[in-house]
């Protein structure tokens, strides 16, 4: 068996035990995670199932891909309720994108032991560990950026269409991950037609320009068909196009709620900045140091590296200071495959690349007579230290909003009773209420579509209940007509969230504005259930009239 394949194997193990030691042992979920498991579970087992359910607000390969395993929570309901679905998701992707770096060490010729502590590294940093288990969007996203990267890398010496269609194929399904993925689209589609053009040397403009066009269009294709066709399906099926910006669902909408952007552009430039270097502490090292080397070796593998990368982290600055996003050290988890493949960049090119198709411009690359050992030592120099300052300053509230939690797993510390630590357990008990309040309704033996509930919160309820058909929820497309008369159509509970907030974009709420606090004259109160969880609503289960 190849390297490559233990290493992916290893890797997927790895993560999805640590993954199912945070779910399931501690309790600790993500709520993006848990909310794209609810996305699949509504395709599934809704009282309406259909492909459309999984919603437009975010790009759907996540859930999507999530969709077996989910099926599966028809007879092990704790598949969905734990977050595992996201785990088993998550970890072959992360594993995936380990791979990516090991091959793109392997593609440069590299030494053996070079590849693999770089490759090490990079696969048992913190973040990665962190994001290869919890079923967040990263870990595809992240495969995809480097398996980008790496055919980018080849297609600079190759020319090869092979190469260069990977990169398209790769792009394309990446912004089906993220949105961010349309920024590395837009750079990497300018650098092929740049590239292009400079190959062609000094013909006719009709001949220079054709080639550098076509290039770029099929680079830039993939990704061009799979946001008009997200954004039509969604016109056509919801009457919005980009709902991420102008659904009451949508990031524009929760930053408006939550007031989680930013309105300082110089302080976010500075955070911005601060984000990528916890994640790349030695990037301001590397990248002069690779930019010189790249320099004097005529050696664009570098500039392609950093163009498909180092764009994902310029989108998620220029995002956050305009206020469009959240502070989050995610979105800038790029950083660290950057960190990865600069440091093969120290280390002159070792040999030809094997490819399939050789192109008009691909030439075969020089190898540098000489020793190649000090460059790599100087490169595992630089990056060994890396998983440790990452992690130290992981369990920073400032620096790290959603990870800092991770120092009441990692170091317990039962006994110490500082508000850090009291709300680091809190965070680690979210979602634990709305997995007992989904007990509860369960252990009441409703009739389906009895339960109204908006799964702006009750994402973690529905995921956690053994009959979904008991909830009548956002998806279905009687739930216009229901919310409007409850009581006409069967309805013998409500589920209500405090109207504040990202309450507000309840659509209970916005029909029934008074019904947290007086039961809209429609329903009495009948259970309060206080909140364990940190930012969590106090939920109010109220019986219909």
Known sequence: MRPARWLFWGCTALYVVIGLYLTVEQGFLMGDALSRISAARSVLFSRDPHLAAIGFVF????AVVQLPTVLLSHWWPGLTAWGVTGVVMSAPFMAGAVVQIFEIGTDRGCPTWLIWA?????????????????????????????????????????????????VAVALGLAYLTRYDALAAGLA??????????????????????????????LVALPTGVAFL??????????????QQFSSTYGNAS??????????????????SIAETVVLGPVLPLLVPIVAVLAWRRRDLEVVAAVVVLASVIAFATLSYMRGLTFPFLRFYICALPLMAVLAFQLVPPGGALVERRHGPHGFVRRVVVGSRSVPAALAVALVLFTPVATGA?????????????????????????????RTERRIIASFSTERELARHIDSMKLPEGSVLMDTVYGFAVYTATDNPRTFVIPSDQDFTSIVNRPAD???????????????????????????????????????EIPNDGQDQP?????RVL
Request: with cysteine; net charge negative; aromatic share 12%.
């Open 188 to 217: 990497v589609t300018a650098f092929v037609f740049a590239t292009t053009l400079l190959r062609q040397g000094w013909k006719n403009k009709r001949e220079l320009l054709f080639p550098a066009a076509l290039d770029a269009v």
């Open 254 to 271: 929760i930053l408006e709620q939550s007031g989680g952007g930013s309105t300082e552009p110089g302080y976010a430039l500075v955070f």
């Open 489 to 527: 159509h069967g309805i013998q509970y409500v589920l209500a969230v405090p109207n504040t907030g990202r309450g507000e974009s309840d659509a209970v709420n916005r029909r029934y504005p008074t019904l947290y606090e007086t039961g809209a004259d429609i329903a009495t109160l009948e259970l």
């Open 229 to 242: 066709a997200w954004a039509a399906t969604s016109w056509l099926i919801t009457g919005e196009a980009l």
């Open 393 to 421: 300053l992981m369990v920073s509230p400032t620096l790290s909003d959603q990870q800092y939690a991770l120092e009441s797993v990692v170091f317990p510390a039962p006994n110490d009773t500082s508000d850090k630590r």
């Open 118 to 166: 770089v490759t090490a590294l990079f696969a048992l940093n913190p973040m990665i560990v962190f994001y290869g288990g919890n079923g967040m969007s990263e870990a595809p996203f992240l495969l995809l950026m480097c398996w980008a990267t790496r055919r980018l890398i080849r297609w600079c010496t190759t020319d090869d269409i092979h190469d260069l269609v990977a």
């Open 538 to 542: 106090t939920w109010r289960l109220y």
């Open 59 to 62: 790009t759907p390969l996540t």
